[in-house]
């Protein structure tokens, strides 16, 4: 194929200088994927892959549980919500019976099951309005700051502060009114705890549906199917993307033996980061928990998630590279700025005191049939329309 040919390419044609990220993301992944199977073993080296995946699946989908609910809010668009109740049902179904059987290949399998607290409802509404300013959720945030944007580095290292500080004021919170855990599959059984569920989801989806019925006339079609070029390009259908990301769940289950998440790992850098220029957090209530205390003293590669988080950046960095887009600018507003430093504060301080994100608590408890994954989910819906009619005083659009 010559230049002339290359350049007309609507698939390769863009990727002349994206070829060092590229070069980059590939070397680093591989050099990271055999460290990692060598020194640790093959389990972490298949997570790392795992995440490497999400980042790109979350890349090309563009899955944003940050703009769908935006969507619902401002336009009354519900597809991508609604393709998040899809991803769900289909997480319970794979859920549900892998939990109840405890164990799968040596590896004991645990859901994401938390109290309904008073910390639940106000760490996910103030969650949700950091997902508005900072622009974008635990996952969102990592694989845009991945692709190259900019101000989501900004967001990031602010959701890394208010990780460290919500972890700093966990004591507190764990002193908080709350009820005691409920797990839907545990009270009514494996399939009670299933058609409740799909009850739940299909309830969401068609309430959501109304609504944009109701203000459009008609739902909007989803994304036309993938071909060669939009595969590699995207964006890809929302179904596609939703059913890659049940897949990418139900692998770190079966993996790690838990539900797959993302912050814990903001408050383990900031924490690390804090003890390398001489602060001492180790004393904290926080970090003086068994499993706590041991991911605090050793590598970060040791820590599951934060080998998928770094996995998800690189996946990101990868996908942006092959489509062309990877262009990362400097010129950020200042009032951008502003709502990214405030969003990211919200985001890791909401995520620590709610036990979880939008992955963790939302999509991972909400798959367990635990309640207070629902809980967490109206909290944060809640605070994200907050979020919304916030983002214009900052410059954002709505």
Not at 104 to 109: A, P, Q, S, T
Not at 248 to 263: C, E, F, K, Q, S
Not at 357 to 366: E, L, T
Request: charged share 10%.
């Amino acid at each position: 194929m010559n230049t002339e040919t290359l350049s007309r390419n609507p698939v390769l044609g863009g990727l002349g200088h994206n070829r060092n990220a590229i070069f980059a993301a590939l070397t680093l992944a591989g050099l990271l994927l055999v460290y990692l199977s060598i020194t640790i073993g093959w389990r972490q080296g298949a997570l790392f892959l795992v995440g490497l995946s999400a980042g790109v699946i979350l890349y090309h989908a563009a899955f944003g549980f940050t703009a769908a609910w935006r969507e619902v809010v401002s336009t009354g668009r519900s597809a991508g919500l609604r393709a998040q109740m899809v991803m769900l049902g289909v997480t319970v179904l794979v859920f549900t019976p892998l939990i109840a059987l405890g164990e799968i290949g040596g590896v004991g399998l645990r859901g994401s099951v938390a109290p309904l607290s008073v910390g639940v409802i106000i760490g996910a509404f103030m969650f949700g309005i950091g997902m508005q300013l900072g622009g974008g959720c635990a996952s969102g945030t990592l694989f845009t700051a991945g692709g190259g944007n900019m101000r989501m580095l900004i967001t990031l290292v602010a959701f890394i502060a208010g990780s460290v500080l919500g972890s700093f004021h966990w004591a507190s919170w764990q002193q908080a009114p709350a009820l005691e855990p409920v797990a839907l599959s545990r009270s009514f059984g494996v399939l009670g705890g299933i058609v409740i569920s799909l009850v739940l989801f299909a309830g969401v989806y068609m309430a959501s549906a109304a609504w944009e019925k109701r203000r459009h006339g008609s739902l909007l079609a989803d994304r036309e199917g993938v071909s060669a070029y939009t595969f590699l390009r995207g964006p890809w259908p929302l179904l596609a993307g939703a059913l890659a990301l049940a897949g990418v769940n139900i692998a770190t289950l079966l993996l790690a033996g838990r539900p797959w998440g993302v912050t814990s790992a903001f408050a383990l850098w900031g924490s690390q980061f804090l003890e390398l220029i001489g602060f001492e957090v180790s004393h904290w209530a926080y970090w003086s928990r068994p499993g706590a205390a041991e991911s605090l003293q050793r590598s970060l590669l040791y820590d599951i998630t934060s080998v998928m988080n770094i996995g998800i950046m690189l996946g990101a960095l990868l996908a942006a590279a092959l489509a062309g887009k990877f262009a990362p600018s400097f010129r950020i507003p200042a009032r951008s700025i502003v709502a990214a430093l405030l969003g990211g504060i919200l985001l890791g301080y909401g995520a620590r005191i709610a036990y979880g994100c939008n992955i963790g608590a939302y999509f991972g408890g909400i798959s367990s049939t635990s309640l207070h994954g629902w809980l967490w989910f109206v909290a944060a819906f809640i605070g994200s329309s907050l979020g919304t009619r916030l983002r214009p005083w900052f410059g954002l659009g709505r």
